[in-house]
């Protein structure tokens, strides 16, 4: 499985941006979405099941962040609005081989990795 994630980009604080995230191969799993700041841990933003049926978010981003999938296309995608600063990362997605009907959040659950698409917020 490849994922490629896009969508990134700068935009001013309050604004919104959507990240998408294609699949190759197999895709009937779970995936999830992750951001790294600079000198930080990778941390879990959200995840969806395969079917698009139940998705779980970090408890900081629930009403501003949205997992959706489109399976027809491979694509999951992640919808940010009223952006702040300090959601400034780098964020990927990420596909988790052994989960379809959960909504992994630990970053050790997941087998494959995107390359990251830059996010940045400005004041």
Known sequence: VQLVESGGGLVQAGGSLRLS????GRTFYA???FRQAPGKEREFVGSINWSGS???YVD???????????NA???VYLQMNSLKPEDTALYYCAA???ATWDTPSRR???DYWGQGTQVTVSS
């Open 108 to 110: 050790a659950l997941y």
């Open 31 to 33: 995936m999830g979405w």
């Open 60 to 70: 900081s981003l629930k009403g501003r962040f949205t997992i959706s999938r489109d």
């Open 54 to 56: 139940r998705t779980d």
């Open 96 to 98: 988790d081989k052994t």
């Open 21 to 24: 995230c294609v699949a190759s």
């Open 73 to 75: 296309k491979n694509t």
